[in-house]
């Protein structure tokens, strides 16, 4: 039919707080990677040679923003380049000070969420490879998928015969392709997910088309986590139930395969 305008999923109360965290939090980790890219920036052209972001370099920025004793410059001088300039310095203080006030309002974030997540996102932080704030940002990007607005806005995975296809589900949701796309990077390594990665591979796919396919997996048992209400496959080996948490102790079946992953 044409002139008809394709309607909208709208996520109501819960849902729509989440999702306001969630891409909240989004928000604040860019911030933090442009603040961490300007001081590497700053680092490189001053000639260190140093992984600012561990916790031997956080505290050699530290000391870089105080100043360094002899001695220390001494202990460090093939790590340590150039003398900043006033100029360099000011703006690496400064830098610090945002990136300390980045990740405090980060945790300050990631703690309400957790505050407000039900049980449902539990359930979903069970999936190797999803962590309990990725499990949020996937439930509040997939919304109430039993909603038929939900699935006429794209997120219900398409049904051909007894196959079923999930390669349009996340196409249209940028938050929801790039939470999934981080989750297959990590899952990969998983089991059950790496050995449907490792054939992919075996079949010539590139690592990032194979990781695309896995998001695309995770993106269909993801929904049917959220509309069944329960996750029936493997369960991570780190899984930890949140405090202030209940969750039923006969769903951790861990030895029970996805049907899902076979080729």
Do not use: W
């Amino acid at each position: 039919m044409t002139g008809v305008i394709k309607g909208s999923y709208i996520p109501t109360g819960e849902i729509k707080e989440l999702r306001e965290l969630t891409r909240y939090r989004e928000s604040l980790v860019e911030k933090i990677t442009q603040v961490k890219n300007e001081i590497r920036k700053i680092l490189e052209i001053a000639g260190y040679k140093i992984q600012p972001f561990d916790k031997k370099g956080r505290q050699l920025l530290e000391k870089l923003v105080k100043g360094v004793s002899k001695e220390e410059k001494d202990e460090l001088k093939e790590r340590l380049g150039r003398n900043l300039n006033d100029a360099e310095k000011l703006a690496l203080k400064q830098l610090v000070e945002l990136l300390k006030n980045l990740e405090n309002m980060v945790k300050e974030v990631e703690d309400m969420i957790i505050s407000k997540i039900p049980q449902l996102v539990i359930e979903l932080s069970k999936i190797p490879g999803v962590g309990l704030i990725s499990a949020a940002t996937i439930y509040a990007e997939f919304g109430d998928v039993s909603s038929s607005k939900a699935a006429y806005a794209g997120f219900a995975p398409k049904q051909s015969g007894d196959s079923e296809s999930h390669s349009d589900m996340i196409r249209g949701n940028k938050y929801l392709r790039r939470i999934l796309y981080l989750v297959a990077r990590v899952a990969r390594n998983l089991e059950p997910f790496n050995g449907y990665y490792e054939r992919l591979i075996a079949r010539g796919k590139s690592a990032i088309k194979a990781i695309c396919a896995l998001a695309g997996k995770l993106a269909s048992i993801c929904y049917h986590v959220i509309k069944d209400g329960v996750y029936k496959g493997v369960v991570k080996k780190s899984f930890r139930v949140p405090r202030g948490k209940e969750v039923n102790v006969k769903d951790f079946d861990v030895g029970e395969a996805l049907d899902s992953l076979s080729p």
